[in-house]
């Protein structure tokens, strides 16, 4: 994994931990695995993520738990039917709130997947009206995998600030429609198999090298341009992206298991937008279902005047 945005200026040292705990509430954040955010660095940042489960066949994995991107993408690219997720069930989210309310003062705010991708968003609200004296709040974000990257950055800047948990969630639903995420897909292999488009489409799309570039903006999921070529996708992505990216805010990058496209791309958004920092996830269950191995993509923030798909899209 490679990481060059640093985000050690965010976390506090133990003893500001201590001094935040005695004169603030403590919000604990959570997360649902789909966020594809690796477990280790979930740790490092005080965050819970808790796994949806997947399915290959009559096999059951905990995402992200069981099931690692490496091992997923091995066992899609043998598998005859796609795989299927459950949402996280509202008695588990019963189990991660009671665990995570270890004093009268905790607060919670979690951060899901968007509701037109999974019901766990569903699951949170109905596990939240079991504790109807604590303070939960709990948000759809409108994206969903490394989308939820910018939004986790700011959550927890604002936690080890000492916000609490009304302040934070007010910030995430302020900003979380500005969040774009786009990914250019290798093959439309994995989208025909879904029932997203027909095989006819899938064999043509292939010959032409057609990539489809999928875009999930403000909870809308659409695909927004086919073109051919890697290149072409990598020249769409960069160019959007310098029109409308909020700078402040470093992006997230993902891919699916290919470190050379990575790289290619990684350049290209270099080369147009100047970025220098950058965070970098493999893509999970939920996307990577659908984009199967060798997709890379990237989100980040909207400038504020940047109207979503702005005159250059």
Not at 288 to 313: F, H, K, Q
């Amino acid at each position: 994994m490679m990481f060059t945005f640093s985000i050690q200026n965010h976390m506090i040292s133990r003893a500001s931990a201590r001094k935040v705990e005695r004169c603030y509430p403590m919000v604990k954040i959570i997360v649902d695995s789909t966020s594809d955010i690796p477990r280790e660095e979930a740790e490092r940042l005080g965050i819970i993520v808790v796994p949806l489960t997947v399915r290959f066949g009559e096999e059951e994995f905990r995402d992200g738990v069981d099931l690692l991107p490496p091992e997923f993408f091995a066992r899609l690219a043998l598998c005859r039917d796609l795989p299927t997720t459950s949402q996280v069930s509202s008695g588990v989210f019963m189990d991660t709130f009671r665990d995570a309310l270890t004093d009268k003062d905790d607060e919670i705010v979690g951060l899901f997947l968007t509701h037109r991708l999974s019901g766990t968003y569903q699951s949170a609200c109905i596990a939240r009206n079991s504790f109807p004296r604590r303070k939960i709040y709990v948000i759809d974000s409108g994206t969903g995998s490394y989308g939820l990257w910018p939004l986790v950055q700011e959550a927890v800047r604002m936690r080890d600030e000492g916000r609490s948990g009304a302040e934070i969630a007010a910030r995430i639903d302020e900003i979380k429609g500005r969040v774009m995420l786009r990914i250019a897909l290798e093959t439309l292999k994995f989208v025909q198999k879904g029932g997203r488009i027909p095989m006819t489409a899938a064999v043509v799309g292939s010959l032409l090298h057609v990539k489809p570039i999928l875009r999930i903006q403000d909870g809308k999921i659409e695909i927004e341009k086919k073109v051919r070529g890697n290149q072409a996708a990598y020249d769409f992505m960069a160019k959007a992206m310098d029109a409308e990216w909020d700078r402040s805010c470093p992006p997230s990058l993902a891919s699916a298991q290919c470190p050379d496209l990575l790289a290619a791309f990684v350049r290209r958004l270099r080369s147009e937008t100047g970025m220098e920092e950058y965070d970098h996830h493999e893509l999970g269950t939920v996307i990577g279902t659908y984009s199967g191995p060798g997709a890379v993509g990237v989100a980040y923030l909207l400038r504020e005047d940047a109207a979503p798909g702005s005159e250059m899209l």
